[in-house]
């Protein structure tokens, strides 16, 4: 068996609703099948041989390729199986998935990763605002899963999340994990402004120091027990995170918000 | 069977099934994890009055810790699950918690979970930081020195309590020195645990007493000071004996650590003064493994 590729044949102005292309939805459905079913593409819905050229058969194992910005909702509530993506992908990616894992080679745009329960996602390029983030009037962002990301993230990352881990190695924009109710952010990067911004517990790893809001207060600087172990746990990733080298156990530690619970953390590398 | 000079009785030790979990203790050296471990196993020589029995498993090299620390593993066997749990969690509470520098992890991986700092992390007082790390719970509790890392839960498996040989010899310091050299070799054996102090026991019990309110008392047929006075199992030249009682995982780590025990006092053989091995059994009927040395040693 070779994997389900979907090779997009032109890029529509509008944007495209991905959300049928999941395993569950496929398995088991001839190609012809597959074809036939339809995406909503503005007020239009567009047969899926339309828009792409299919090969393959295991839909466990999913292909995109000549992906572009326009392409949302791709792995929506991914309940196993794995995506890979070629090329640029556009909002909601990976939104709510439940298990098995997306891999995308270009840039990411808005809410990737909302609401996510389990799971595992890769992003090489950038990422817009509100990764792992609750959608608008929800209280409950991120539950659980990793989410990689190589390149930049946006405003807002990990807002209300509650659970899992974001690993980011470039820089994060301002708001980086506002609201949270727990789960660890690590940014190897530049973190913007109002870092931790409301949040009630969690953890913030910054390998640089980053302006703080008012409401966080020094506690210090400590060798902590769980550093080793987590860093561990990230030994088998496909990122610099998996480097021994920029491990470390010894931090400045803050605490907050203290606007909110003020049971929070922001850990500095020492 | 005469092994060395010595001879092997043709009887069975007869062993229970009991409930055991494993913990791994670290700390910033060896010295300080081996403390903690200590006073974790401190006063569980026996279910009869202690509410478990608990030994140390083994010394724990850095790359086979958790968080890369010194490190030793503890074992703890108990009747049932629910007092292994309150034993564990106690322990663990005012031995490991109190201890300098320590971390506990689990030490044994079951469907069946127990809490080990599940309910420690109140300590914590609202402080208490939870993190998920590779699908495990952990709990961060502030305390004085920094912070006690701990795993939530434990394993807790099925396994066999009251494995044992009894060393006959000619004076007390020949069945001494001969019990410590099996000791040494039995530590080797991995997933087995030898609770009486140092590992040996001097006062062997029989089921049931003259006295109505125990259920236990002197093993007085190994007792040399009563051959006269008693029905003895001991010849007139044994003037001591010592007992090395097991707790294992397996009838296998059993085995295991009581050929090596009886083989290392074999090796010291009728030279100095090891005249028998023999164990301690109920006639069979209340224990269901039996550990017949004849066909262990053979």
Redesign the interface.
């Known amino acids: 068996m070779s994997a389900l590729t979907f090779t997009l044949k032109t890029q529509p102005k509008q944007r495209v609703d991905m959300s049928p292309l999941v395993s569950a939805n496929l398995t088991g459905k001839t190609t012809d099948e597959i074809a036939a079913i339809t995406l909503q593409c503005g007020k239009q819905k567009i047969p899926v041989g339309g828009l792409f050229t299919i090969a393959g058969d295991d839909a466990q194992s999913i292909v995109i390729n000549n992906s572009y910005d326009k392409l949302d909702f791709i792995g929506k509530e991914l309940d196993g199986g794995s995506i890979t993506v070629n090329g640029d992908v556009g909002a909601y990616l990976g939104m709510g998935m439940k298990s098995g894992e997306i891999k995308v080679s270009g840039n990411v745009g808005l809410y990737a990763a909302c609401e996510m329960k389990k799971g595992t996602l890769e992003i090489s390029g950038n990422v817009g605002d509100f990764l792992g983030a609750a959608l608008p009037g929800n209280k409950m962002g991120m539950k659980g899963g990793t989410i990689l990301v190589k390149g930049n993230v946006g405003e807002r990352a990990g807002d209300h999340m509650r659970r899992g881990t974001i690993l980011i190695e470039g820089n994060v924009g301002d708001y980086c994990g506002s609201r949270m109710t727990a789960g660890t952010i690590a940014v190897m990067g530049n973190a913007g402004r109002n870092l931790g911004y409301a949040m009630r517990r969690g953890t913030l790893l910054l390998w640089n120091k980053s302006q703080l809001p008012a409401s966080f207060n020094d506690c210090g600087t400590h060798t902590l027990g769980f550093l080793p172990l987590l860093f561990a746990s990230f030994k088998n990733s496909n990122s610099k995170f998996a480097d021994a080298s920029v491990a470390f156990n010894r931090v400045q530690r803050y605490a907050g918000d203290m606007s909110e619970m003020g049971r929070g953390e922001v850990l500095v590398r020492l | 069977m005469i092994i060395n000079g010595v001879t092997i009785d043709a009887t069975f030790a007869e062993a229970f099934p009991m409930k055991a979990t494993r913990a791994i203790i670290t700390a910033h050296n060896e010295k300080w994890a081996m403390i903690a471990a200590q006073s974790m196993t401190g006063f569980a020589t026996s279910v009869i009055a202690c509410g478990c029995e608990a030994g140390i498993d083994r010394i724990l090299d850095p790359s086979e810790t ?3 620390r010194p490190g030793v593993a503890v074992m703890i066997f108990a009747m049932g699950g629910k007092g292994l749990a309150k034993q564990l969690e106690t322990r663990a509470g005012q031995c490991v918690l109190t201890s300098p520098t320590s ?1 506990l992890f689990a030490g044994i991986e079951s469907t069946i979970k127990i809490p080990l700092g599940k309910n420690l992390r109140y300590f914590g007082d ?2 208490q ?6 699908g495990k719970r ?1 709990w ?1 509790i502030p305390v004085m020195d ?2 006690f ?1 701990t795993e939530a839960t434990t394993g807790q498996v099925d396994a066999i309590g009251g494995g044992n040989f009894l060393v006959l010899a000619q004076s007390q310091e020949q069945a001494l020195t001969a019990c410590e050299a099996a000791i040494e070799a039995m530590n080797k054996v991995p997933n087995v645990i030898m609770p009486f102090p140092g590992g040996v026991v001097r006062s062997g019990s029989k089921v049931g007493s003259k006295y109505a309110a125990l259920n236990a008392s002197t093993n007085d047929a190994f007792c040399p000071t009563l051959k006269g006075a008693t029905k003895t199992e001991l010849s007139p030249d044994i003037e001591s004996v010592m007992e090395i009682v097991i707790d294992g995982l397996s009838k296998e780590a059993i085995d295991k650590a009581m050929r090596a025990g009886i083989q290392a006092v074999c090796d010291l053989g009728a030279a100095k003064g090891i005249k028998r091995i023999s164990a301690g059994n109920y006639g069979g009927k209340l224990g269901p493994f039996h550990f017949h040395l004849q066909e262990i040693m053979a």
């Open positions: 958790p968080d890369g971390a609202g402080f930081i939870a993190k998920v790390i590779a952990y961060r920094g912070e890392l």
